[in-house]
């Protein structure tokens, strides 16, 4: 007879926007018992993830299943890098970032059969200033938004896509020095994100091409736009095909330290926090064991033809608006020299 698996359900009570009275007994209903043996429980208050995790990890659990929204995945998985015991993933959160890149499904009961599948890899994830990330990091607009965000007490994207408008047109870009093993580079940009998983979360995709596997990270460098750019730098970010905007600068690394003007924000998994001029940004190959799901299709995580070719068309029309105005500024001064 072959042993149960051990599993601890850690689940957030308070993460995203869907109320989890019910999630035990889904749970119950569709794990594979005859595979697992599990227990459930639910946290009281931050870090309380992290230290269940650590103490199923210290048991000899063989996976911790993180049920809540990318703040809680990540606590769980700070807990068991490096370690025999896995990372799992019910998405109850209002992004659930890592999960959508994992293609794990939104319905609970779907998620629970990933579980019994139980199809485990090992994958990469990053550090930033010693602290751990699995999705994305970074600074500038996207850790600002992170802070308000986390400051509106209220959650969902609605509440994200609030702030962005209130706040876009009102941030000022950041100029940031960046070294990597090719040299020092200087970027005035409106923000630098570095990508372990392609996505922030309810499918706004930062960095398409990221993989798990390959041992390095995406650098997402977004240069200063103005208002006629950024419907389509929205548009291009749900579409997978922000790379191939003319506002964005994207390289591939395993480390890169940037220094910028003054201390600010960064954000790890959407979590703000303050620190000094300079950052950190490494990465951490097969680092952390996770559950994946088996049955996804992995070409759904790129753009379609249809989406690459409606991103080509809306960045040529912003491009040739951008062409007409700069031509109608430089018609302008030859006319007033002509005056002179």
Known sequence: MVEKKKLLF???PISGTVRKAGVPKVIDDNLDKESFEFDIEKTNYAGHAYELATRAKECGFDAVVAVGGDGTVNEVARAIVHSDTALGIIPCGSGNGLARHLMIPMDIAKA??????????????GVINNIPFFCTCGMGFDAFISM???????RGPVTYLENILREGLKYKPETYEIKDENGISLYRAFLISCANASQYGNNAYIAPQASMSDGLLDVIIMEPFDML??????????NKTLDKNSKIKTFKTKHIHIHREKPGFIHYDGEPVMTDCDVDISVESKGIKIVINPFADKAKRMPNAMQNAFSVFFNDIVNARTDKKLMLSFNNVKDR???F
């Open 337 to 339: 020299l002509a005056n």
């Open 10 to 12: 850690i689940m957030n």
């Open 112 to 125: 629970v059969k990933v579980i019994n599948a139980y199809t485990v890899h090992d994958l990469d994830y």
């Open 148 to 154: 308000k965000f986390a400051e509106s007490g209220r």
């Open 229 to 238: 750019e950024a419907p389509q730098i929205s548009i291009d970010m749900f």
